[in-house]
């Protein structure tokens, strides 16, 4: 089989198609064709040497869909499958054309449903769930804010938070990404270059949840919630490093959880398909490109100019 793998950091210029041996399936896994990939942040930290990976050559790639090749474990042959755990597969990850994957780590794709849809979806949607619901606690009626509406992340937890029947606020850069949030069912978006974000928020009451992407922001999410609030804290665009004033934050009696590698159950991600091919989610795809072109995919995620995944399509 083919595989997209790196033997040194560096740039993208270090990411080479290579043929590579199939996997063997063991006992529990099932054996998948990849159809679709996409790149992730992650990818590139792996790339460049910030996120040290176990040993070389190493495959990327957090997430794939793709064909059953062999009935196994309850599956069957030409079902089309999806996992947000493509790392832990034998094989590599998402940049291999076939995986072994544990049958456990597997969702089905629904009819209607693309394999573009379903990895744009993949992580990202899987992270958000978990994030709303199984450490964020998010009810109906609740007031959420979510940072970076734009990321793969932001844009289907506001979906996700949207169809819970919590009001959503988000942060944007600039106006032409507020009115895409928007669509995508955000009750108010904060322009975070223009404005101060806790302060709007205080205006329109306060959340009881904040999902923090940014970190460095931390101290506006607290500022940011009501009594009692808590923020889940899942990603680091912004950097690693924040300054908090603990007062504040113990006077208000904020919770701040880190969400760690966080994911949805399975049955959870079979539930964020189901929303798909419902139309209830939408994922944003912001590029398709041949496997062939993922080094461009990875100058393109770091220009910083996306709104939505890259998709990387096997042949």
Same mark, same amino acid.
């Given at each position: 089989?083919?595989?997209?793998?790196?033997?040194?950091?560096?740039?993208?210029?270090?990411?080479?198609?290579?043929?590579? #041996?199939?996997?063997?399936?063991?006992? @529990?896994?099932?054996?998948?064709?990849?159809? +679709?990939?996409?790149?992730?942040?992650?990818?590139?930290?792996?790339?460049?040497?910030? *996120? #040290?990976?176990?040993?070389?050559?190493?495959?990327?790639?957090?997430?794939?869909?793709?064909?059953?090749?062999?009935?196994?474990?309850?599956?069957?042959?030409?079902?089309?499958?999806?996992?947000?755990?493509?790392?832990?597969?034998?094989?590599?990850?998402?940049?291999?054309?076939?995986?072994?994957?544990?049958?456990? !780590?597997?969702?089905?794709?629904?009819?209607?449903?693309?394999?573009? $849809?379903?990895?744009?979806?993949?992580?990202?949607? %899987?992270?958000?769930?978990?994030?709303?619901?199984?450490?964020? !606690?998010?009810? +109906?009626?609740?007031?959420?804010?979510?940072?970076?509406?734009? %990321?793969?992340?932001?844009?289907?937890?506001?979906?996700?938070?949207? !169809?819970?029947?919590?009001?959503?606020?988000?942060?944007?850069?600039?106006?032409?990404?507020? /009115?895409?949030?928007?669509?995508?069912?955000?009750?108010?978006?904060? /322009?975070?270059?223009? $404005?101060?974000?806790?302060?709007?928020?205080?205006? !329109?009451?306060?959340? &009881? =949840?904040?999902?923090?992407?940014?970190?460095?922001?931390?101290?506006?999410?607290? $500022?940011?919630?009501? /009594?009692?609030?808590?923020?889940?804290?899942?990603?680091? =665009?912004?950097?690693?490093? +924040?300054?908090?004033?603990?007062?504040?934050? *113990?006077?208000? *009696?904020?919770?701040?959880?880190?969400?760690?590698?966080?994911?949805?159950?399975?049955?959870?991600?079979?539930?964020?398909?189901?929303?798909?091919? $419902?139309?209830?989610?939408?994922?944003?795809?912001?590029?398709?490109?041949?496997?062939?072109?993922?080094? @461009?995919? &990875? *100058?393109?995620? +770091? %220009?910083? @100019?996306?709104?939505?995944?890259?998709?990387?399509? &096997?042949?």
């Amino acid at each position: 089989m083919k595989a997209v793998q790196f033997a040194q950091y560096g740039g993208p210029e270090v990411l080479q198609m290579q043929e590579v #041996p199939d996997p063997i399936p063991a006992a @529990e896994d099932v054996l998948i064709a990849v159809k +679709a990939a996409t790149i992730n942040r992650l990818d590139l930290f792996q790339r460049d040497g910030s *996120r #040290p990976v176990g040993s070389f050559p190493f495959t990327p790639g957090l997430e794939a869909a793709g064909v059953v090749i062999n009935d196994a474990n309850g599956f069957r042959a030409g079902e089309r499958v999806m996992t947000a755990r493509a790392l832990e597969a034998k094989g590599g990850g998402g940049y291999a054309s076939k995986l072994a994957v544990p049958a456990a !780590h597997l969702s089905r794709i629904p009819e209607g449903v693309s394999f573009e $849809e379903a990895v744009a979806a993949g992580l990202a949607a %899987s992270t958000a769930w978990g994030s709303l619901f199984d450490l964020g !606690h998010l009810q +109906a009626g609740q007031r959420v804010l979510i940072w970076a509406g734009s %990321s793969g992340v932001g844009t289907i937890a506001i979906q996700i938070a949207k !169809h819970a029947g919590a009001w959503v606020a988000t942060t944007a850069s600039s106006e032409e990404r507020a /009115n895409t949030l928007r669509k995508l069912g955000a009750d108010l978006v904060v /322009n975070s270059k223009q $404005e101060d974000v806790s302060k709007v928020l205080q205006e !329109h009451g306060g959340v &009881h =949840l904040v999902i923090e992407l940014v970190s460095s922001t931390l101290q506006t999410s607290i $500022e940011a919630c009501m /009594n009692d609030g808590r923020i889940i804290l899942i990603g680091n =665009l912004g950097g690693q490093k +924040a300054t908090i004033d603990t007062q504040v934050q *113990r006077i208000k *009696r904020v919770t701040v959880v880190g969400g760690g590698a966080l994911r949805a159950a399975p049955a959870d991600e079979q539930r964020i398909l189901n929303l798909i091919a $419902e139309k209830a989610l939408t994922p944003i795809i912001a590029q398709v490109l041949p496997i062939t072109q993922v080094a @461009e995919g &990875h *100058r393109i995620l +770091a %220009s910083g @100019e996306l709104q939505g995944k890259i998709v990387l399509l &096997h042949e």
